[in-house]
């Protein structure tokens, strides 16, 4: 056994020392690694800007650029940290106790995340504030009501486990690299986790949350914890949440309102980048917001409705622009309150849209918002919306980082066509 792993070791380190050198020619050189990447794993290659290494990480600008534009402003090459380095940028680091709706934005270029809190981060800006106390729960294994580093990195190595189920077959060195690049040296040779607990692993991120994984599958990565945590580096959330020391422990106010936080911020830069300056954006732009990151193709029919429905613009206070946002936020539940209300099979009037979404969420949308939404997907001019393209179109608006991108949806094929390349070798 010790000679085996002796094999896997000096193998990875080859494979880690001729990385390292493919990362100092730059970006361009490991392009060819998309191929074995999913849809989120090459947008969160794409935008990083820091390696450390070998693997690479999100400054806190990179991942405000990732949800909030389509490509990065310009191609760039990964920045090489040492240690030391990111150590320094990390103790600027401010504790959970300080964060608030700027924290990323005030960070910018002085911070990491890692792939594995890249999908954290995501989860948290698609899941209504009702899932935060389930989040919070499933981190919380031993139900103290505080959640430490171990738990959070026990949990963070789950999902890790069930994305390297999903990887691409082929070329070995190429995909022992990729998994360097977004989780460190700890590169899955040696399974963690039992073959039979794998298979309680749910399909999503949030589903690993929601569905009360077993708390065998806990226990079982719990004995290794002390080895987990030696092998992950320190990351800007890690110092947020546990302290420079990774002895702090975080409570369900704290966590609460992080989660919060981070849902505001998000919206907000969204809002100002089309805001000017005023109180207000337009009816247009709020369609254009709304339209982005969806499957829709043709957006000026949209657009056109907007333009022709309300020619006199009174514009869309932050308030409302957020209140819809959590609204998308529960589409779930609204969809369930629509079913129950028979609407699912027939359009549906204002009142009607207004009193679904009170019923799902307890909020209460104002009437110039709902007239404005409804303008918007009004294509047949009757003052009525068709339940299953308004769901369908707020699925994609709503899953931003889950579903990829229009810039990746151009090639539909693109999988399968692999998929037969690779099973033809």
């Known amino acids: ?6 094999t896997q070791k000096n193998g990875l380190v080859s494979i880690i020392e001729k990385y390292k050198r493919t990362v100092a020619v730059g970006r361009t050189d490991t392009e060819d690694l998309d191929l074995y990447a999913t849809s989120r794993e090459r947008r969160f290659r794409l935008f990083a800007s820091v390696e450390c290494e070998g693997q690479l990480f999100m400054t806190p600008y990179d991942f405000i650029l990732a949800v909030t534009t389509d490509e990065p402003k310009f191609a760039k090459t990964w920045k090489s940290l040492s240690k030391q380095e990111l150590n320094q940028m990390l103790s600027e680091t401010p504790p959970v106790w300080k964060g608030s709706s700027k924290l ?14 890249y999908l954290f981060l995501l989860c948290i800006l698609t899941k209504p504030h009702a899932g935060f106390r389930i989040a919070f729960n499933m981190f919380d294994t031993d139900g103290n009501e505080m959640v430490d580093k171990k738990e959070f990195l026990v949990l963070q190595e789950i999902f890790r486990k069930k994305n ?25 040779t040696n399974s963690v986790l039992k073959t039979d607990a794998e298979e309680l692993v749910s399909r999503s991120y949030w589903d690993t949350l929601r569905r009360n994984t077993s708390q065998a599958l806990f226990a079982d990565l719990a004995e290794r914890a002390d080895d987990i945590t030696s092998l992950v580096s320190d990351t800007t959330l890690l110092v947020h949440f546990f302290g420079k020391k990774g002895k702090a422990e975080l409570n369900f106010e704290d966590f609460y309102r992080f989660m919060d936080n981070l849902q505001t911020e998000v919206l907000e830069i969204e809002f100002l980048s089309y805001s000017n300056g005023m109180n207000t954006i337009s009816e247009e732009d709020f369609a254009h917001i709304l339209l982005r990151y969806t499957n829709v193709e043709n957006t000026s029919v949209f657009l056109e409705n907007v333009r022709y429905s309300i020619p006199e613009e009174k514009g869309i206070t932050f308030d409302e622009f957020r209140s819809f946002f959590q609204f998308l936020n529960n589409l779930e539940d609204f969809a369930i309150a629509l079913n129950m209300y028979n609407f699912a099979s027939r359009s549906i009037g204002q009142d009607e849209f207004k009193r679904a979404v009170y019923v799902a969420t307890g909020l209460k949308l104002s009437p110039h918002l709902v007239n404005t939404v409804f303008k918007i997907f009004d294509v047949d001019k009757d003052d009525q919306l068709s339940y299953k393209e308004f769901i369908g179109i707020m699925k994609d608006r709503l899953h931003r980082g889950f579903r990829g991108y229009k810039t990746v949806q151009k090639y539909p094929t693109f999988k399968s066509c692999l998929k037969k390349e690779l099973h033809s070798r």
Do not use: C, W
């Open 164 to 188: 390297e189920k999903r990887e691409t077959k082929g070329d070995e060195e190429k995909r022992a690299m990729l998994r360097l690049q977004l989780y460190g040296y700890h590169s899955p």
């Open 104 to 117: 990323f934005r005030n960070l910018k270029e002085r911070g990491v995340i890692s792939y594995t809190e």
């Open 1 to 6: 056994n010790s000679i085996s792993r002796l």
